[in-house]
């Protein structure tokens, strides 16, 4: 597979490496290939730029030609190549020099030469090690006139007497192990046949099979290693500028890989599970050096974990954990964002998942019907899985509560043949357009049966929320909407994921596969991005997305049957 690194990075699974072009705020180099250290959130990253050198340590512009194992830069007969030899070191063959730099200088760092042919490039947090193999390295940084600090990380790799240049580069801290020296072909061999053997899980499906190359890839190569606040192997949302984990995202992954790899499947779960207060709540996002508490996301472990239990079920001590950590988060919403009338509220429309939605347009707290929709689903999760374990009484009482946060709800949120939302204290019904409104049709037959009907006539409705590429986020008529709008507007891929669901619960199968086939489709011919153009279906936002090759996954195997 050919890969774009504008929008997919070459990475490894489990590395915290990932090569493309600038994600930080820095200037210069825009074009030019980059070694990205991605423990930093967001755009605080460590980007070192690699550029060819013609014979007069001029730049030489090169072409990057990448596939899932390897990565070449290349300029006429120059030519630098690069493949992982593990997840924390990378092999470099070079006939040519290059250099590598640091976009954005910290006021700490340095190159320095140490003994036995290694080289250091330090970042804020890491560094990068260079072991020369075949060749040298010459130390081209600019240091400022008042000797206090490095103004330009600058290092000159050059071919030895045969002409070629060799090294091994680890990203490593102040204890640097030189890696075991390996020859580069060696080191692409091993790469291809562990990459081969997580790709194999996905059989290749007509049209789709192109796209199935590039979802499988984002997903392993998107795996980082348990280090800091990660302690399993986890399933980031990019290597690009959402380097991080959600916390509804994360489930998604888990449900996209559940069949194929269920230990990875569960392992998103405890990963997410560590990152849980003493209270219950789990973090918004985290990644190894950064965990947000500010806000949490939906209680949708329930809706997710019921699916891949019917898959495949994790062994005793696994379901234990899970039932845990669940009930707490669960209990967590009627403690801590319940009022008395015991109906749960958000603080923000992150919280909901659906950030800057117009069902939080007039200000907060806010009561949505989507909330109870997701607890509903939750404590029947939990009834059932309580029953497993042999808790029968837990078991009972969590139906129970299910059913009468149903008839709460149903009190609560109804009006003129409609689910509504409201700005509380003051009980001012929002009037918003938003697809969010939608989601208690998850409960199917539960919900009145002329209540149904009318949602889902509103749902479906010409020129209202379907697209050409699916539902928009915001009603395509509604004066709020934006092409990218990010909730107000955009089509997204979880929503393309619920709402086939919801289709199918209620009995509208051709819309539910068509909806799911316009998905596919526009990740067939765009890629895999944060969420889409309704208008065009052009992708928005962050690339290299895994919520998004996921549900293209999920949608494929649990949908779509061609």
């Known amino acids: 597979m050919k890969l774009s690194l504008e929008t997919v990075p070459f990475s490894f699974a489990g590395s915290y490496l990932a090569f493309s072009f600038p994600q930080d705020q820095g200037k210069g180099y825009e ?9 930093g959130p967001f755009c605080v990253q460590d980007n070192f730029p690699v550029c060819l050198l013609d014979e007069n340590d001029q730049k030489a512009v090169g072409e990057i030609l990448a596939s899932e194992t390897e990565l070449i830069l290349k300029n006429d007969s120059r030519e630098l190549r690069i493949c992982f030899q593990n997840a924390n070191t990378v092999c470099m063959k070079a006939n040519t020099s290059f250099m590598v730099t640091k976009r954005r200088n910290d006021v700490y760092d340095r190159v320095m030469c140490h003994d036995y042919g290694v080289w250091e490039v330090t970042g804020e947090e890491y560094s990068l090690w260079f072991k020369i193999q075949e060749g040298s390295a010459e130390n081209h940084s600019v240091w400022a006139e008042d000797g206090m600090r490095c103004e330009r990380s600058c290092i000159y790799m050059r071919p030895g007497e045969t002409g070629e240049f060799s090294c091994q580069m680890t990203l490593s801290g102040l204890s640097y192990d030189e890696p075991e020296r390996i020859l580069y072909e060696q080191a692409l061999e091993d790469t291809k046949r562990k990459y081969s053997r997580f790709r194999r899980l996905y059989p290749a499906k007509g049209k789709y099979t192109e796209a199935i190359d590039e979802a499988v890839y984002i997903l392993w190569s998107s795996i980082i290693d348990p280090e800091g606040y990660v302690k399993y192997p986890t399933i980031l949302m990019s290597k690009n500028k959402m380097n991080m984990v959600w916390s509804w995202d994360y489930a998604i992954n888990a449900l996209a890989v559940a069949d194929k790899a269920p230990d990875l499947a569960y ?17 918004d996002c985290y990644s190894a050096r950064t965990l947000i508490r500010n ?4 209680p949708v472990q329930g809706f997710v974990l019921r699916k891949m239990f019917r898959i495949r079920k994790p062994d005793r001590t696994v379901m234990e954990r899970l039932y845990e950590s669940v009930s707490k988060f669960t ?9 008395m009338d015991g109906i749960p509220e958000y603080h923000h429309g992150n919280d909901s998942g659906w950030d800057n939605s117009t069902v939080f347009s007039m200000g907060l707290p806010v009561k949505s019907p989507d909330l109870c929709t997701w607890l509903i689903e939750q404590m029947d999760f939990l009834s059932e899985l309580a029953l497993e374990l042999g808790k029968e009484e837990q078991g009972r009482k969590w139906k129970e509560r299910s059913e009468e ?3 709460v709800m149903l009190k609560y949120f109804v009006k003129d043949n409609a689910f509504v939302a409201y700005k509380i204290p003051e009980m001012q019904v929002i009037h918003n357009s938003s697809l969010l409104m939608y989601i208690p049709l998850l409960l199917g037959d539960r919900l009145p049966e002329s209540l149904r009907e009318d949602m889902l006539d509103s749902l479906l409705k010409k020129g209202k929320f379907v697209s050409p590429y699916g539902l928009a986020s915001e009603a395509l008529d509604s004066p ?6 990010y909730w107000r507007g955009a089509v997204w891929p979880p929503t393309a994921w619920i709402f086939t669901e919801i289709l199918m619960r209620n009995g509208r199968h051709e819309e539910a596969v068509k909806y799911a086939g316009c998905f596919c489709e526009m990740c067939r011919k765009y890629g895999f991005f944060e969420n889409y153009s309704a208008i065009d279906g052009h992708g928005l936002r ?5 919520w998004t090759a996921s549900v293209f996954l999920i949608l494929l195997r649990d949908y779509i049957k061609e």
């Open 480 to 485: 709020y909407f934006v092409e990218d709008g």
């Open 331 to 339: 209990e967590w919403w009627f403690s801590y964002r319940g009022r």
């Open 267 to 283: 392992e998103q779960f405890l990963s997410m599970e560590a990152c849980q207060d003493r209270n219950g709540a789990f973090a």
């Open 31 to 39: 074009q030019d290939l980059t070694i990205r250290n991605i423990h």
């Open 542 to 546: 962050d690339s290299g997305y895994t």
């Open 405 to 407: 946060l149903l008839t």
């Open 295 to 298: 806000f949490v996301k939906p």
